[in-house]
Each structure stands twice: as C-alpha cells, then as structure tokens.
C-alpha cells in the first residue's frame, strides 16, 4: 500500500501557523511536557518489536493517538486524521 504524502503536507502546513499559546495549551511547547508525549510512544513501539502481540499494538496506536490529538486540537484540524486512525485501528487482527 502507498501513501500520498500530500494531505500530510497540508496538515503540516496548519502546524507551522500554530501560535505558542496554543501549543502551550495542548502541552505541546514546555520540553517536559513534549517529552512525555513524545517518550510514551516510543517505549511502547521498542516493547512491540521486543514481544509483538496486539494488545501492545494497541496501546502503542492509543499512544500516537493522544500525541497527534493535542497537535491536531492546537492547529484546529482533524476529522479526517481521526478517521484514518479509527480505520487503521480497527484493521488489527486479534492474536
């Protein structure tokens, strides 16, 4: 399958025009905030590939999820991310 980087580059785009204080409200702008976001993904994702299973792909994608929220929310885009997500949540097959 191959993806269109195109509506990416939109979505990308609105981010760019995203003023301090909103990303600030999404917890987006302090590091230690930022990081936290950024760190829960991550270990989940080293965990997957260490043991696998679709419970921890789950909570991996649940993740991402709340990351990309509070970056979709601060930039006031989302009906569709959010349906791309639902989609591809729903594709997983249990174990």
């Known amino acids: 399958m191959v993806f269109s980087e195109a509506p990416f580059d939109d ?3 609105e981010i760019n025009k995203v003023y ?3 990303l600030d409200d999404h917890g987006l702008l302090k590091s230690i905030d930022l990081d936290f976001k950024l760190k829960v993904p991550e270990f989940l994702y080293e965990r997957f ?3 696998g299973g679709t ?3 789950k909570r991996l994608i ?3 999820e ?3 929220k509070s970056i979709i929310d601060a930039a006031g885009i989302g ?4 349906e791309l997500k639902d ?4 594709s997983i097959e249990e174990d």
């Open 62 to 64: 649940d993740s991402i």
């Open 49 to 51: 590939k260490l043991c």
């Open 87 to 90: 989609s591809l949540k729903m």
């Open 79 to 82: 009906g569709a991310i959010y």
């Open 55 to 57: 419970a921890l792909l």
């Open 11 to 13: 979505v990308m785009s």
């Open 66 to 68: 709340s990351l990309l």
């Open 20 to 22: 301090d204080d909103k």
